[in-house]
């Protein structure tokens, strides 16, 4: 039992926690600190530690729940509304090339990882069984790849007990996790590793001081009234979305039930796709204006409670009941790994187009927007849109890592 169960007490711990680390990156004394550790990781390292020492339960409080299908979707319309689409689109084909190669590298490093472990390792997997191993990893393909609505797809797809699927979730939350602060860690040294790959990250250097120069000549000091109109657009256009989305989904899968291959019976699938399709055609509209009274600056704060409630669901002591299950995790998420930093010397990529490539598949649209607007908070759409093309191609890709999975096993 958690020392803390009252998910309004918890609410209060997230936000002072947030709280003081937003306190202390501005004080000099910790100036040093915060050159080596971004404030981001520890928006939801710290949050991962209370949950993994007992303080709060993040498996069973609905905060995620409600940062997730509440927060979330006005946080994706308050950040894409301000979005300069044709200048994203400027960006050129790294950012895709990258995003594929993240996918690659989740189908490939999944057998491979078996390989790896069952060869050297044995013992380790042994309890789980080969059939049982080989069936439980698709569905941590199938959320690296797309999201939770293809992790739930491979389940039935290929029959997983729950009792491995359990431990399945607990290796997926854990090691992307994990990925995640490693990103985060080299997201804040960007422009040196930029400069020593060659990268050329003109275009979003543009892009960032568009916005930058645009807002520094726009910007005002809100009142109440203009910040309730914010609030009353982003939070008007999530329960659209939802509405849409809770009729389009079951319509689908009643109708049209083997587009649940494509995650189109999903109905969160749906509700960040109507949210951030709002919100770009908001962008082309005089609701854009919003920006100068700190439409992104709201959403970034939204943005902060959905990370905080990500990180409640990690539990560092997970690693120690099945060993062998996290070496294939971490050696998988390896191979991932080596495989995006890899194609990103060879074609000069930016790290921005690593990092967001790769955890628009291992995070999907909950994280990709956080690794993006830690670049700066113009970009956290692309994080989403190719969050949203994860999601499409998320049940094939599993499938196929399935399928290699089966055969190594």
């Known amino acids: 039992m958690a020392l803390i169960q009252n998910d309004a007490v918890v609410l209060g711990l997230l936000f002072m926690v947030l709280g003081l680390v937003f306190y202390s990156e501005k004080h000099p004394k910790f100036q040093k600190f915060y050159q080596y550790v971004p404030s981001l990781l520890l928006c939801y390292f710290i949050p991962g530690l209370l949950n993994s020492f007992g303080v709060i339960d993040g498996e069973h409080s609905k905060l995620y729940f409600v940062a997730s299908r509440y927060l979330l979707p006005s946080t994706l319309v308050l950040l894409t509304m301000s979005v300069d689409l044709p200048e994203i689109l400027k960006l050129g084909p790294k950012a895709i090339?990258?995003?594929?190669?993240?996918?690659?590298?989740?189908?490939?490093?999944?057998?491979?990882?078996?390989?790896?472990?069952?060869?050297?390792?044995?013992?380790?997997?042994?309890?789980?069984?080969?059939?049982?191993?080989?069936?439980?990893?698709?569905?941590?393909?199938?959320?690296?790849?797309?999201?939770?609505?293809?992790?739930?797809?491979?389940k039935e797809i290929f029959q997983v007990p729950n009792e491995v699927f359990s431990l399945m979730v607990v290796i997926d939350i854990l090691v992307a996790n994990v990925w995640m602060a490693i990103l985060l860690i080299l997201a804040a040294r960007s422009k040196s590793i930029d400069a020593k790959i060659g990268a050329d990250t003109s275009s979003i250097e543009r892009l960032k001081a568009k916005i930058e120069?645009?807002?520094?000549?726009n910007e005002v000091i809100p009142s109440g009234h203009q910040i309730m109109l914010i609030c009353a657009l982003a939070f008007t256009v999530t329960g659209l979305s939802h509405f849409l989305s809770d009729n389009i989904a079951p319509f689908i899968k009643t109708n049209a039930p083997s587009l649940a291959k494509f995650s189109l019976t999903s109905g969160f699938f749906w509700l960040i796709v109507i949210a951030t399709s709002i919100g770009v055609i908001l962008s082309f509209t005089p609701a854009k204006k919003m920006e100068n009274y700190g439409a992104s600056k709201i959403g970034n704060v939204m943005l902060y409670i959905l990370i905080a409630s990500i990180g409640m669901h990690m539990n560092i002591f997970e690693i120690f009941k099945q060993p062998g299950l996290f070496v294939i995790g971490f050696v998988w998420m390896l191979i991932h790994a080596i495989l995006m930093l890899g194609v990103g010397r060879l074609i000069k990529a930016p790290l921005f187009?690593?990092?967001?490539?790769?955890?628009a598949n291992v995070g999907?649209?909950?994280?990709?927007?956080?690794?993006?607007?830690?670049?700066?908070?113009?970009?956290?759409?692309?994080?989403?849109?190719?969050?949203?093309?994860?999601?499409?191609?998320?049940?094939?890709?599993?499938?196929?890592?399935?399928?290699?999975?089966?055969?190594?096993?």
């Open 97 to 154: 090339i990258m995003f594929l190669t993240g996918t690659f590298g989740i189908i490939i490093g999944g057998p491979l990882a078996i390989l790896f472990t069952t060869t050297f390792f044995p013992d380790m997997v042994s309890e789980i069984g080969s059939d049982g191993l080989w069936r439980g990893m698709t569905t941590v393909a199938g959320s690296w790849i797309g999201g939770g609505a293809n992790q739930a797809s491979m």
């Open 213 to 217: 120069n645009y807002q520094l000549k």
């Open 353 to 359: 187009f690593i990092a967001v490539g790769s955890q």
């Open 364 to 409: 999907g649209a909950a994280s990709a927007p956080v690794v993006a607007s830690f670049f700066h908070p113009s970009l956290a759409s692309v994080g989403v849109l190719l969050a949203v093309l994860g999601y499409v191609l998320g049940t094939y890709g599993a499938w196929i890592c399935g399928q290699l999975m089966r055969m190594v096993s």
